[in-house]
Protein backbone atom coordinates (compact mmCIF):
# COMPACT_ATOMS: atom_id res chain seq x y z
CA UNK A 1 0.00 0.00 0.00
CA UNK A 2 2.71 2.34 0.79
CA UNK A 3 4.13 2.00 -3.20
CA UNK A 4 1.16 3.92 -3.87
CA UNK A 5 1.77 6.81 -2.28
CA UNK A 6 4.99 8.80 -3.55
CA UNK A 7 5.13 11.65 -1.00
CA UNK A 8 3.56 11.41 2.73
CA UNK A 9 3.54 13.17 6.36
CA UNK A 10 3.09 12.44 9.57
CA UNK A 11 2.14 14.43 12.57
CA UNK A 12 3.88 17.23 10.73
CA UNK A 13 4.12 20.75 12.30
CA UNK A 14 5.49 23.98 12.41
CA UNK A 15 5.04 26.99 15.19
CA UNK A 16 6.77 30.39 15.47
CA UNK A 17 7.75 31.90 18.34
CA UNK A 18 4.71 30.04 20.48
CA UNK A 19 1.96 30.69 17.33
CA UNK A 20 1.18 26.50 15.69
CA UNK A 21 1.15 27.77 12.11
CA UNK A 22 0.54 23.94 11.23
CA UNK A 23 -0.50 21.76 13.64
CA UNK A 24 -0.10 17.76 13.15
CA UNK A 25 -0.44 17.53 9.59
CA UNK A 26 -0.66 13.77 8.22
CA UNK A 27 -0.89 13.89 4.63
CA UNK A 28 -0.86 10.94 2.01
CA UNK A 29 -0.56 11.74 -2.18
CA UNK A 30 -1.21 8.73 -4.59
CA UNK A 31 1.69 8.55 -7.04
CA UNK A 32 0.60 9.82 -10.50
CA UNK A 33 -2.24 12.16 -9.02
CA UNK A 34 -3.39 16.07 -8.80
CA UNK A 35 -3.70 16.55 -5.32
CA UNK A 36 -4.96 19.80 -4.36
CA UNK A 37 -4.00 21.48 -1.03
CA UNK A 38 -6.84 24.15 0.14
CA UNK A 39 -8.61 26.40 2.81
CA UNK A 40 -9.19 29.83 4.10
CA UNK A 41 -6.45 32.66 4.18
CA UNK A 42 -4.89 31.74 7.35
CA UNK A 43 -5.19 28.23 7.16
CA UNK A 44 -1.44 27.12 7.18
CA UNK A 45 -1.35 26.44 3.20
CA UNK A 46 1.57 28.42 2.13
CA UNK A 47 3.54 27.22 5.57
CA UNK A 48 2.68 23.29 4.89
CA UNK A 49 4.04 23.72 1.30
CA UNK A 50 7.16 25.52 2.18
CA UNK A 51 7.62 22.75 5.11
CA UNK A 52 7.00 20.27 1.99
CA UNK A 53 9.16 21.53 -0.38
CA UNK A 54 12.27 22.34 2.43
CA UNK A 55 12.24 26.12 2.39
CA UNK A 56 11.23 25.64 6.27
CA UNK A 57 12.65 23.60 8.62
CA UNK A 58 9.59 21.50 10.32
CA UNK A 59 9.39 21.81 14.38
CA UNK A 60 7.73 18.02 14.59
CA UNK A 61 6.79 15.42 12.01
CA UNK A 62 8.55 13.21 9.50
CA UNK A 63 8.20 13.49 5.61
CA UNK A 64 8.82 10.43 3.19
CA UNK A 65 9.57 10.92 -0.46
CA UNK A 66 9.78 7.87 -2.62
CA UNK A 67 10.10 5.74 0.85
CA UNK A 68 12.92 8.27 1.46
CA UNK A 69 12.77 9.80 4.84
CA UNK A 70 13.87 13.64 3.76
CA UNK A 71 12.74 15.02 6.90
CA UNK A 72 15.86 16.90 7.46
CA UNK A 73 17.39 17.29 3.88
CA UNK A 74 17.85 20.41 1.92
CA UNK A 75 15.61 21.56 -1.00
CA UNK A 76 18.50 20.98 -3.65
CA UNK A 77 19.05 17.19 -2.31
CA UNK A 78 15.33 16.82 -2.35
CA UNK A 79 15.03 18.18 -5.98
CA UNK A 80 17.71 15.59 -7.14
CA UNK A 81 15.65 13.07 -6.26
CA UNK A 82 12.67 14.01 -8.32
CA UNK A 83 10.71 16.06 -5.78
CA UNK A 84 10.52 20.21 -7.68
CA UNK A 85 8.94 22.91 -6.50
CA UNK A 86 7.91 24.90 -9.23
CA UNK A 87 8.60 28.71 -9.39
CA UNK A 88 11.71 28.38 -7.34
CA UNK A 89 14.62 27.57 -10.04
CA UNK A 90 15.87 30.94 -11.28
CA UNK A 91 15.92 29.72 -14.79
CA UNK A 92 13.98 32.53 -16.26
CA UNK A 93 15.93 35.53 -17.23
CA UNK A 94 13.71 38.64 -18.64
CA UNK A 95 16.33 39.46 -21.51
CA UNK A 96 17.15 35.80 -22.95
CA UNK A 97 14.40 34.57 -24.85
CA UNK A 98 12.05 31.28 -24.20
CA UNK A 99 14.91 29.38 -25.96
CA UNK A 100 17.31 30.48 -24.76
CA UNK A 101 15.72 29.89 -20.82
CA UNK A 102 14.54 26.44 -21.38
CA UNK A 103 18.07 25.43 -22.68
CA UNK A 104 19.64 27.11 -19.53
CA UNK A 105 17.17 24.88 -17.27
CA UNK A 106 18.61 21.97 -19.48
CA UNK A 107 21.93 22.76 -19.22
CA UNK A 108 21.46 22.99 -15.11
CA UNK A 109 19.75 19.51 -14.85
CA UNK A 110 22.91 18.17 -17.11
CA UNK A 111 25.49 19.75 -15.20
CA UNK A 112 24.80 19.16 -11.64
CA UNK A 113 25.96 21.69 -9.32
CA UNK A 114 27.78 24.46 -11.53
CA UNK A 115 26.77 26.15 -14.84
CA UNK A 116 29.32 26.09 -18.08
CA UNK A 117 28.31 29.86 -19.33
CA UNK A 118 31.58 29.54 -21.45
CA UNK A 119 30.24 26.71 -23.97
CA UNK A 120 30.33 27.44 -27.24
CA UNK A 121 26.95 28.15 -29.49
CA UNK A 122 27.45 25.00 -31.29
CA UNK A 123 27.59 22.88 -28.00
CA UNK A 124 24.66 24.91 -26.35
CA UNK A 125 22.39 24.38 -29.51
CA UNK A 126 23.01 20.50 -29.27
CA UNK A 127 20.06 21.27 -26.26
CA UNK A 128 17.65 23.15 -29.08
CA UNK A 129 15.83 20.15 -29.80
CA UNK A 130 14.75 18.96 -26.14
CA UNK A 131 14.60 23.08 -25.03
CA UNK A 132 11.96 22.89 -28.02
CA UNK A 133 10.08 19.98 -27.24
CA UNK A 134 9.59 21.29 -23.92
CA UNK A 135 8.33 24.43 -25.47
CA UNK A 136 5.62 22.61 -27.48
CA UNK A 137 4.80 20.94 -24.04
CA UNK A 138 3.64 24.45 -22.47
CA UNK A 139 1.99 25.53 -25.58
CA UNK A 140 5.15 28.69 -26.30
CA UNK A 141 6.15 26.92 -29.65
CA UNK A 142 5.19 30.09 -31.41
CA UNK A 143 7.11 32.61 -28.87
CA UNK A 144 10.26 31.17 -28.95
CA UNK A 145 12.47 33.58 -29.85
CA UNK A 146 10.58 35.88 -27.62
CA UNK A 147 12.01 37.49 -24.85
CA UNK A 148 10.56 36.21 -21.64
CA UNK A 149 10.41 40.15 -20.20
CA UNK A 150 8.12 40.33 -23.49
CA UNK A 151 5.57 37.68 -22.43
CA UNK A 152 1.96 38.15 -20.77
CA UNK A 153 2.01 37.09 -17.39
CA UNK A 154 0.48 33.75 -18.26
CA UNK A 155 2.72 32.60 -20.66
CA UNK A 156 5.92 33.80 -18.36
CA UNK A 157 4.41 31.44 -15.65
CA UNK A 158 4.16 28.98 -18.49
CA UNK A 159 8.11 29.25 -19.32
CA UNK A 160 8.67 28.73 -15.49
CA UNK A 161 6.79 25.88 -15.61
CA UNK A 162 9.20 24.63 -18.71
CA UNK A 163 12.10 25.52 -16.91
CA UNK A 164 10.90 23.18 -14.22
CA UNK A 165 9.95 20.41 -16.59
CA UNK A 166 13.54 20.39 -17.85
CA UNK A 167 14.89 19.38 -14.56
CA UNK A 168 12.66 16.25 -15.35
CA UNK A 169 10.82 15.82 -11.75
CA UNK A 170 8.63 13.19 -10.72
CA UNK A 171 6.97 15.18 -9.12
CA UNK A 172 5.99 18.84 -9.36
CA UNK A 173 4.97 21.16 -6.56
CA UNK A 174 2.66 24.22 -7.92
CA UNK A 175 2.13 27.55 -5.31
CA UNK A 176 -0.70 29.26 -6.33
CA UNK A 177 -0.44 28.82 -10.29
CA UNK A 178 -3.44 30.36 -11.18
CA UNK A 179 -2.52 33.69 -9.07
CA UNK A 180 -2.90 37.05 -10.59
CA UNK A 181 -4.23 35.63 -14.05
CA UNK A 182 -6.53 36.64 -16.55
CA UNK A 183 -9.65 33.96 -17.19
CA UNK A 184 -7.30 33.16 -20.85
CA UNK A 185 -4.48 32.51 -18.67
CA UNK A 186 -6.50 30.56 -16.00
CA UNK A 187 -7.84 28.12 -18.56
CA UNK A 188 -4.37 27.53 -20.48
CA UNK A 189 -2.46 26.81 -17.17
CA UNK A 190 -5.51 24.61 -16.24
CA UNK A 191 -5.22 22.93 -19.34
CA UNK A 192 -1.26 22.82 -19.42
CA UNK A 193 -1.24 21.06 -15.87
CA UNK A 194 -3.56 18.48 -17.08
CA UNK A 195 -1.05 17.93 -19.98
CA UNK A 196 2.02 17.60 -17.99
CA UNK A 197 0.13 15.16 -15.25
CA UNK A 198 0.10 12.73 -17.76
CA UNK A 199 3.41 10.80 -16.59
CA UNK A 200 4.28 12.83 -13.03
CA UNK A 201 2.60 13.62 -9.53
CA UNK A 202 1.00 17.19 -9.20
CA UNK A 203 0.70 19.03 -5.88
CA UNK A 204 -0.52 22.03 -5.83
CA UNK A 205 -1.74 24.87 -3.92
CA UNK A 206 -4.23 26.63 -5.55
CA UNK A 207 -7.21 29.49 -4.40
CA UNK A 208 -9.35 29.04 -7.81
CA UNK A 209 -11.62 26.46 -6.30
CA UNK A 210 -13.43 25.84 -10.03
CA UNK A 211 -9.55 25.01 -11.16
CA UNK A 212 -9.39 22.36 -8.10
CA UNK A 213 -12.74 21.21 -9.01
CA UNK A 214 -11.42 20.34 -12.61
CA UNK A 215 -8.17 18.99 -11.96
CA UNK A 216 -7.87 17.49 -8.74
CA UNK A 217 -8.05 13.69 -7.73
CA UNK A 218 -8.11 14.37 -4.37
CA UNK A 219 -8.37 17.74 -2.27
CA UNK A 220 -7.27 18.22 1.34
CA UNK A 221 -8.33 20.97 3.14
CA UNK A 222 -6.70 22.80 5.81
CA UNK A 223 -8.01 25.23 8.61
CA UNK A 224 -6.32 26.58 11.45
CA UNK A 225 -3.03 24.32 10.70
CA UNK A 226 -4.90 20.99 10.53
CA UNK A 227 -6.45 18.63 8.00
CA UNK A 228 -10.24 19.62 8.18
CA UNK A 229 -11.48 17.09 5.36
CA UNK A 230 -9.88 14.96 2.39
CA UNK A 231 -11.60 13.35 -0.56
CA UNK A 232 -12.89 14.14 -3.95
CA UNK A 233 -14.32 17.90 -4.39
CA UNK A 234 -18.05 16.26 -4.49
CA UNK A 235 -17.14 14.62 -1.09
CA UNK A 236 -15.10 18.18 0.21
CA UNK A 237 -17.70 21.01 -1.29
CA UNK A 238 -20.78 19.75 0.79
CA UNK A 239 -18.81 19.03 3.96
CA UNK A 240 -20.39 20.99 6.61
CA UNK A 241 -17.08 21.61 8.49
CA UNK A 242 -15.60 22.91 5.15
CA UNK A 243 -18.51 25.29 4.36
CA UNK A 244 -18.11 26.60 8.18
CA UNK A 245 -14.68 27.30 7.41
CA UNK A 246 -14.62 29.40 4.52
CA UNK A 247 -17.72 31.57 5.32
CA UNK A 248 -16.63 31.91 8.88
CA UNK A 249 -13.43 33.26 6.71
CA UNK A 250 -15.07 35.34 5.03
CA UNK A 251 -15.20 33.01 1.59
CA UNK A 252 -18.52 32.44 -0.41
Known amino acids: ????????????????????????????????????????????????????????????????????????MKPADVARLGLVRSFQISAVFGHLTVLENVRIALQRRRRGDCFDFWRSESLLSQ????????????????????????????????????????????????????????????DRTAALIKRVSANRTILMVEHNLSVVANLSDTITVLARGNVLAEGNYETVSKDPRVIEAYIGAGHG
Not at 151 to 173: Q, V
Open 1 to 72: MSDDYILTTQGLGKDFKGFTAVGNVDLKVRRGSIHALIGPNGAGKTTCFNLLTKFLPQSRGTMTYKGKDISH
Open 127 to 186: LDDEARSLIEAVGLKEFETTLATELSYGRKRALEIATTLALDPEMLLLDEPMAGMAHEDV
